[in-house]
């Protein structure tokens, strides 16, 4: 399968979807002090920083507030028009309709930091590598990005929505490596549990070289 199509069986199923809504009263678990969500974020340069599948803006709204730019990709353009219209009041925010892959049109080098939460982890492990590969031309020396992202070994199902809280499968020592051959390093990782699994998920921070 092409990472196209392997993009388009993923974005199906949140097209207008009903969680961009519910998940607004969980956003507290990723910005309470308490959280590794928290600490991590606040190890990054928020000079300039990315934010991947931000959705309706529900983390977007708290970054605003904090950077000194922000710039916003997702890929569906009603999400965007979400965040404009949330986001109106702020004027440090960019918004790019993404493809799914890359980072296209950030220009290299020009970012301090980039975080996703709560999306790669649905995201196949061929777009992940691609996002690796596009993280380490997008971040300037030293810039570090943020990634929550599946920790789910299998087995695999026919379907991803069909694994545990619909969770892609990662192989861990896969994106390490790949990283490492991609101008990063891992900075520093936790395994998370999450709906009732033990280490379904992970927090992996990257620094570039």
């Not at 392997?6 to 199923?13: G, L, Q, S, T």
């Not at 009041?89 to 950030?106: A, E, H």
């Not at 492990?125 to 943020?146: C, N, P, Q």
Request: net charge neutral.
């Amino acid at each position: 399968m092409s990472i196209k199509k392997e993009v388009d069986v993923i974005k199906a199923p949140w097209e207008n979807s009903p969680y961009y809504k519910d998940a607004e009263r969980w956003t507290h678990l990723f910005w309470a002090e308490h959280t590794k969500f928290r600490q991590f974020f606040n190890r990054l340069d928020l000079s300039t920083v990315v934010e991947l599948a931000c959705g309706y803006g529900r983390h977007s709204e708290v970054v605003a507030q904090l950077a000194n730019k922000l710039i916003l990709i997702d890929v569906f353009d009603e999400n965007l028009d979400k965040c404009r219209s949330r986001l109106k009041k702020f004027n440090n925010v960019t918004y790019y309709l993404g493809n799914g892959f890359d980072f296209s049109p950030v220009k290299s080098c020009s970012c301090t930091s980039i975080f996703c939460y709560d999306a790669m982890v649905h995201f196949s492990i061929d777009i992940v590598a691609s996002y690796i590969v596009e993280t380490s031309r997008v971040l300037k020396s030293g810039g570090m990005a943020l990634y929550h992202h599946s920790n789910y070994m299998g087995p695999k199902l026919a379907h991803y929505g069909q694994h545990p809280h619909a969770r892609n499968i990662m192989n861990f020592d896969f994106l390490v490596s790949h990283s490492r051959n991609s101008g990063l390093e891992v900075l520093d990782t936790v395994s998370l549990d999450w709906g009732g699994i033990a280490d379904l998920d992970r927090l992996t921070l990257l620094y570039k070289l």
